[in-house]
């Protein structure tokens, strides 16, 4: 028997406790999960737009704020997705959720920007009962738009013939750092599930400083994903 392998054995037996630790942590932490996070997707896109209130609106605006996404033109009627409604009822939602000082915005962007005016958007905006601190309603040129929204947000839009549009659904949520969080893909995603990761977001946002930070990059790297 080599030497190695006596000295191994001779190791004081709360040594390998010290080593044994944190290879049961990591096992713990990986099964119990008892941090959940939302997935870091990728970068939201730069974009400079005009609000229903004729004022230049920016990316740059939602630093440090939680912030839902949808698109949409003020046209849309009939077999026309509408999510605008989704908007509404979680507007009127958020006292739900124990923000503290993170401000949380819907954001409706419209990619018809030909006829949606600021005017159309104030109208549009009144018709939805969005309030202005909350909710901001905006378009912008539309080359730059096609860029950001389906380069950036992965939106599908394209127009018709008879001026309609043809676009699939699609929320997204991002973060106060300008990270997109989720993507939900439908005209009608359940309320109780926007409020729960906005509640998500807002946790991380709270708690991932010092030694919780750990916590969060660990549950990361996990991908402790809720269901």
């Excluded at 974009?47 to 004729?54: C, N």
């Excluded at 409706?108 to 920007?113: G, M, V, W």
């Excluded at 992965?154 to 993507?183: C, H, S």
């Excluded at 893909?185 to 750990?214: F, H």
Aim: one cysteine or more.
């Amino acid at each position: 028997m080599s030497a190695s392998v006596l000295d191994l054995r001779r190791l004081p037996w709360w040594l390998y406790g010290l080593v044994a630790l944190p290879v049961l942590g990591i096992v713990a932490f990986a099964t119990l999960r008892p941090v959940q996070v939302l997935p870091r997707i990728a970068l939201a896109p730069g974009f400079a737009l005009t609000d229903q209130d004729g004022a230049r609106f920016t990316n740059e605006d939602l630093r440090g704020k939680i912030v839902l996404y949808n698109f949409t033109y003020t046209r849309c009627t009939g077999a026309c997705p509408q999510t605008g409604e989704t908007m509404r009822v979680l507007q009127t939602r958020l006292g739900e959720i124990d923000a503290g000082d993170i401000p949380i915005v819907l954001v409706t962007i419209s990619f018809d920007p030909a006829h949606d005016t600021s005017e159309r958007l104030k109208a549009y905006a009144a018709q939805m009962g969005a309030d202005a601190a909350r909710w901001r309603i905006a378009t912008g040129d539309a080359t730059r738009l096609k860029y950001a929204l389906g380069g950036g947000f992965n939106l599908y839009y394209a127009p018709n013939p008879d001026g309609t549009f043809t676009f699939d659904p699609l929320f997204v949520l991002v973060d106060g750092w300008g990270i997109i969080r989720a993507f939900y893909r439908t005209a009608t995603p359940a309320p109780e599930r926007l409020l729960r990761d906005l509640r998500l977001v807002i946790q991380e946002a709270r708690n991932s400083t010092g030694v919780g930070r750990l916590a969060y990059e660990a549950a990361h790297l996990f991908l402790c994903y809720p269901p």
